[in-house]
């Protein structure tokens, strides 16, 4: 079993930064990531990393947000920059551990002038 606690998210002005962590309750060795649920539609793929860092990023979002992950904290974090009131959403970290995904409890995220 993985427990994974979000933190970070919050209302943002249009243009503005936050900075979203997620921290698993064991070492994961496979990949983690995060996705993001706006109301009314499906939940889909902001970006994910690899234990060896390698990442992967939704288009809507290439430029504008970094994920990383301390695996000697088992923490996954993703930077949003130059936020936009379309990135507004319920954010979900993930992990994948002996094949099963987990998924965190959610953080909003909602930008708004």
């Known amino acids: 079993q993985v427990q994974l606690v979000e933190s970070g998210g919050g209302l943002v002005q249009p243009g503005g930064s936050l900075r979203l962590s997620c921290a698993a309750s064991r070492d994961i060795f496979d990949n983690m990531g995060w996705y993001r649920q706006a109301p009314g539609k499906l939940r889909d793929l902001v970006a994910d990393?690899?234990?060896?860092?390698?990442?992967n990023y939704a288009d809507s979002v290439k430029g504008r947000f970094t994920i990383s992950r301390d695996n000697a904290k088992n923490t996954v974090y993703l930077q949003m920059n130059s936020l936009k009131p379309e990135d507004t959403a319920v954010y979900y970290c993930t992990a994948k551990y002996r094949y099963r995904n987990y998924w965190g409890q959610g953080t909003q995220v909602s930008v708004s002038s």
């Open positions: 990393i690899t234990r060896g860092g390698s990442t």
